[in-house]
């Protein structure tokens, strides 16, 4: 009887010493995401606005966000006039990855299941498979990711259903390229029965050129358009064209020595303006004023119609948290319609430690 005591404590032994081939996925601070800086833990926003005309009445909206120590948001609510309206909920696992995000929203008086978000990961850790389901249950969208020998995703076939989760609906297949035996992506190409839809290019492991290809039938181009960036990840530039080849429309947008993006142009095919904004930013790298102009209605076939209209403005005003994180706790904004008026006040709170 001792000896089969001792035989199964060594065995316990070594199970508990045996190594895990499951890596423990490197932590996501999503703050950032929602316009947070520093260890937020709770925040209580609410939004006092008119819609778009001075008549119409003042409304009050308000949300809710929690995140872990490690900037994990835990819990989303949305209240419109105090109402809850709208709610997402995550759920990690004990190594720190998102396994599920679901979204409520309220319809006819009762807050019901929307969407849920399934994620699923390999032995070693690294993501396999995704999936979207509708209230019901339903199958909306399945990402598989495939890996070669090195564990690098090298195909992603997506399935796209339909609403009522039956039959297929199309299934997309992105191939991923790499720089010799590095994680170093090169190019990334999407197909859509068969035909090529999107070609990504990388330089440096940064995306520097968008590609994607319109067709209504097999093998017959309607057109294409190209978006470039900068080696900081800026979007540049985008073009579009039909099917000869011949511009649409493009679009510019320019920096400033910081990276801040203070105007964009966009112009028709003939060179002539359609669009334009310019912006400036504050220390803090929050917009100051914006002024907007349209000078045409673009449609898709190409048509534009010139529109006369002036300029317009929207003004932002803030109040900062005297914390070093500078979040912002009051802002302001006034227009661009005149009468527009919408008042933002967050309440934030922040996990103990050592302030920066």
């Not at 800026?234 to 510019?252: C, N, P, S, T, V």
């Not at 912006?279 to 045409?296: A, H, L, S, T």
Request: net charge negative; charged share 35%.
């Amino acid at each position: 009887m001792r000896q089969i005591l001792l035989v199964v404590l060594l065995l316990g032994l070594v199970a508990c010493a045996a190594p895990t081939d499951h890596v423990p996925a490197p932590p996501r601070d999503e703050r950032p995401l929602h316009g947070l800086q520093g260890p937020v833990s709770e925040v209580k926003w609410s939004t006092r606005y008119t819609e778009w005309l001075p008549e119409q009445e003042v409304r009050l909206d308000s949300q809710y966000l929690a995140f872990d120590s490690l900037g994990r948001k835990l819990v989303h609510r949305f209240f419109v006039e105090g109402e809850l309206t709208k709610k997402d909920s995550v759920e990690w696992n004990e190594w720190g990855e998102k396994v599920s995000e679901i979204r409520w929203q309220r319809r006819k008086g009762k807050m019901t299941r929307w969407l849920e978000t399934e994620w699923r990961y390999g032995e070693e850790g690294k993501l396999a498979e995704e999936r979207q389901l509708d209230g019901e249950g339903k199958m909306q969208l399945q990402r598989i990711f495939q890996r070669d020998d090195r564990g690098r995703v090298e195909t992603v076939i997506t399935n796209h259903y339909r609403g009522d989760g039956g039959a297929e609906d199309f299934q997309t297949r992105s191939e991923i390229q790499y720089q010799d035996s590095s994680n170093v992506k090169t190019e990334v190409r999407r197909f859509q029965a068969g035909n090529l839809r999107r070609i990504e290019y990388f330089l440096e492991g940064k995306k520097v050129r968008d590609e994607s290809y319109s067709s209504q039938d097999p093998g017959r181009l309607t057109g294409w358009t190209v978006y470039e960036y900068d080696m900081s990840g800026d979007f540049q530039r985008q073009r579009k064209y039909d099917g000869q080849g011949q511009a649409i429309w493009r679009e510019l947008r320019l920096y400033d020595s910081e990276g801040k993006e203070f105007e964009v142009r966009r112009e028709n095919g003939r060179s002539e303006p359609m669009f334009r904004k310019t912006q400036d930013f504050n220390d803090e790298n929050d917009p100051v004023y914006r002024i907007m102009q349209i000078f045409d209605a673009y449609y898709d076939d190409g048509r534009s119609v010139p529109i006369d209209t002036t300029p317009d403005t929207t003004l932002f005003a803030y109040q900062y948290d005297p914390e070093p994180h500078r979040n912002w706790v009051w802002k302001e904004i006034k227009g661009p319609i005149k009468g527009n008026l919408e008042l933002h006040q967050r309440q934030i709170s922040y996990h103990p430690g050592p302030k920066p």
